[in-house]
């Protein structure tokens, strides 16, 4: 081919090879990307089977051994057939195939000997892809005969210190950071591959069934343990009923854990629930139950069950009848109210629940022996009797523990602070426990410690108030509330009749002011007319009759302002209708040594503001007497956190005035039922007045019956002469008026 021949003619001798075999080639620029082609290795003659064939830049492994080092000292001879790269021309002439595979073999060098000062060229992170080879044209066969030919003549190739020497395509590990470099790198490299670990095989060390725990703590959780042997679907229905937080189940009733047994059974799977699982969702359960029970017998509420269960009715205000319903339904809880509530109360109406819905029988109480009466009376109130009751001193906690547990136990702890509860209290069903409503500020730890006992479902609560601090979350385990709080559920007053007698000339007065009152209305109900000057004639009789019940009320006044501070009155309010009545009283009352001064009328505002402030700011116990002014002019009195008594020396007509004279007394907004006491003689025209307002609905009329005359028209002189009729329906005869103190 023209090619070939053209590269025989060029081609020097064999002792001119020699001469320019230590010259270096003359540097050949790389050809471009796109038209370099790749190298194919030269195969070895067939008469010299083990010369080894030069090293190419070949872009697949070479399928033939690595090449034994070369004797550099060997010269070519004249009969061998001289090397392609000993006869290569310059790049100028050279084609460019020529001139690629001259470049790539003058770039070769001997395996066996790499420059001592040059480390091992870097191995591929990864080996070649392996291609197919490409055919042979017909102008590389003279080429390719060469490269044979050359290989077994072992030419002795310079090297050229600044190309790097063709890479090694052997695929190798990456090179660590403490791999050793230099010759020991070379001896790692020689060196046979250490064979790769084979990985152990996993033993799973679980259970072939599956398993719920109860995991305890401040927080109960129902763990669950998928055994080794767990079907797909119930792990998948177990991990439905999973918390994401925490991971416990959220179980909390025994019915919600059936399907999951259920399920387990249809697969042929062992599913193992632990004893304490069971004991703590029946636990949970009944907690449910005692709520839906209780609301499925008292629809309607407890208020009309409660006012019935006493012996001696007395008014069940909400909040009362709700702690006796918390400390029923949740079994063990501290009830730390304050004493104004009547907590004692409360638990003993909670006893008679639980013996009525629940069939408890048995009633323990562990108090001081001081606070014994206090419980006694509570239970006697609804009909429990104190030798029923098993009484335990909690001054000797240490011999309670032998005693078998009652069903119901209460632990009074106001007085001692929390203290550790007896070894009983794990076998009662109810565990209420009375503390002071201040323990949680006073006493935090001790309250926690407290807390800690009583809580036997263990829902998270305390854990719940110690990351937060509110208290709030102890709302499961824990009803403690102030009077303020709930002070509108009891009436501002409490209102209470004192009796004051008539004397005998008082009676025999009062009674011809009844006949004369009787005869007028008489002939009002024959003509149903009534004329100015009767209208005026009525209000002066009725005016005279109650004149007669506040001067028997002010003769028993001196009295009964003796027993009231005696009992710890500090702060007590006269309130009459006549201020010269009030005003002659002030000095007699002084004469009785009692702190008595008089609140000056509305023509002294000045001076009645300034008696206020002197009755209010006083440090030791005072009796101010009030008149009744002009409606909204009226001062106030205020009596600061002393609880006042309030007096009504006579009983105005209006029922209107009396709400009034209370309006004006500023007590604090927790300050309920505070007393009012009515002063009346019975059987009189005033007592009348009263048993009428008490069993209607109250008079709102603001009409006041006094020394001025007020004349009244149409509907409001119709309801006043209907309400005289009534009061006169009974009235006794003269020299026969009742006289009971």
């Not at 053209?6 to 002792?15: D, E, I, L, M, N």
């Not at 230590?22 to 540097?27: D, F, I, K, Q």
């Not at 008014?315 to 009362?320: D, F, P, T």
């Amino acid at each position: 081919m023209a090619t070939s021949t053209r590269r025989s003619k060029a081609a020097p001798t064999a002792a001119d090879s020699a001469t320019e075999i230590p010259v270096a080639l003359p540097a050949v620029a790389k050809a471009p990307a796109a038209k370099k082609r790749p190298t194919r290795t030269a195969k070895p003659a067939a008469t010299e089977a083990s010369a080894p064939a030069p090293a190419t830049r070949a872009l697949r492994p070479a399928k033939a051994k690595a090449p034994a080092p070369v004797d550099a000292t060997v010269a070519p001879t004249a009969d061998a057939p001289t090397p392609v790269s000993a006869r290569a021309k310059p790049a100028a002439s050279a084609p460019a195939n020529v001139k690629a595979k001259a470049k790539t073999q003058s770039k070769a060098k001997p395996a066996a000997q790499p420059a001592p000062s040059e480390p091992a060229p870097a191995a591929s992170a990864r080996p070649p892809r392996s291609r197919k080879p490409a055919p042979t044209r017909p102008a590389e066969a003279d080429i390719t005969a060469a490269v044979t030919q050359a290989a077994d003549a072992a030419v002795v190739v310079a090297a050229e210190p600044e190309v790097s020497e063709a890479p090694d395509l052997r695929y190798t590990a990456p090179v660590v950071a403490n791999e050793p470099t230099g010759g020991a790198a070379e001896a790692v490299a020689s060196a046979p591959a250490a064979a790769e670990p084979v990985a152990e095989p996993v033993i799973d060390t679980r259970p072939v069934h599956s398993r719920i725990s109860l995991l305890d703590g401040l927080r109960r959780r129902l763990q669950w343990q998928a055994g080794s042997g767990c079907p797909t679907a119930l792990s998948d229905a177990a991990t439905a009923l999973q918390d994401r937080s925490d991971g416990r189940l959220r179980i909390s009733d025994a019915a919600q854990l059936q399907p999951l047994l259920a399920l387990a059974a249809r697969l042929g799977h062992t599913l193992q629930v632990d004893a304490a699982v069971w004991q703590h969702l029946a636990a949970l359960s009944d907690l449910h139950l005692r709520v839906a029970h209780l609301e499925a017998q008292h629809p309607q509420g407890l208020d009309a069950w409660a006012q019935t269960a006493a012996e001696q009715p007395e008014a069940w205000r909400r909040c009362q009848l709700e702690g006796a319903l918390f400390a029923a339904c949740v079994g063990a809880c501290v009830l730390a109210d304050e004493p104004a509530l009547q907590p004692e109360r409360q638990l003993a109406l909670a006893w008679q629940l639980v013996q009525q819905h629940f069939g408890a029988a048995s009633l323990a109480v562990l108090a001081p022996r001081s606070a014994w009466p206090q419980w006694q009376a509570a239970l006697a109130e609804l009909g429990t009797a104190a030798a029923d009751v098993r009484w335990l001193d909690a001054g000797a906690p240490a011999a309670l523990a032998a005693e078998a547990a009652p069903e119901v136990l209460i632990a009074d702890q106001r007085s001692s602070g929390a203290r550790e509860l007896p070894a009983l209290q794990a076998g009662a069903t109810w565990l209420w426990v009375l503390a002071a409503p201040d323990l949680l500020t006073r006493q935090p730890l001790a309250a926690q410690d407290l807390l800690t006992q009583v809580d036997r479902l263990r829902q998270g609560a305390i854990a719940d108030w110690l990351n937060d601090g509110d208290t709030r979350a102890l709302a499961p385990l824990l009803m403690s509330r102030r009077m303020e709080d709930v002070a509108e559920q009891w009436p501002a007053w409490a209102h209470q009749t004192r009796d004051c007698a008539l004397t005998a000339a008082q009676t025999d007065a009062h009674a011809a002011g009844m006949q004369a009152l009787q005869q007028r209305l008489a002939r009002w109900q024959r003509s149903g007319f009534v004329s100015d000057a009767d209208q005026l004639a009525l209000q002066t009789q009725v005016n005279a009759l109650l004149s007669l019940g506040q001067a028997a009320a002010a003769e028993a006044l001196p009295a009964l302002l003796r027993d009231a501070l005696a009992s710890g009155a500090e702060r007590v309010i006269v309130f009459g209708s006549d201020a010269n009545t009030l005003t002659a009283l002030e000095a007699p009352l002084q004469a009785f040594g009692l702190p008595v001064s008089a609140l000056p009328g509305a023509a002294s505002p000045r001076l009645a503001d300034a008696a206020a402030r002197a009755f209010r700011d006083a440090t030791t116990p005072q009796v101010l007497l009030v008149a009744d002014g002009t409606p909204g002019a009226e001062p106030r009195i205020g009596v600061h956190e002393l609880r006042p008594l309030v007096i009504h020396l006579d009983r105005p007509w209006s029922a209107a005035t009396l709400a009034r004279r209370l309006s004006r007394v500023r007590a604090g907004r927790a300050q309920r039922e505070l007393p009012v006491w009515q002063l009346l003689a019975p059987g009189s025209l005033a007592a009348q007045r009263h048993a009428l307002e008490v069993d209607t609905a109250p008079d709102a009329d603001d009409t006041r019956i006094g020394d001025t005359p007020q004349w009244l028209r149409g509907p409001a002189l119709q309801a006043w002469l209907q309400a005289l009729l009534l009061c006169t329906a009974d009235a006794p005869a003269a020299g026969h008026a009742s006289t009971t103190a």
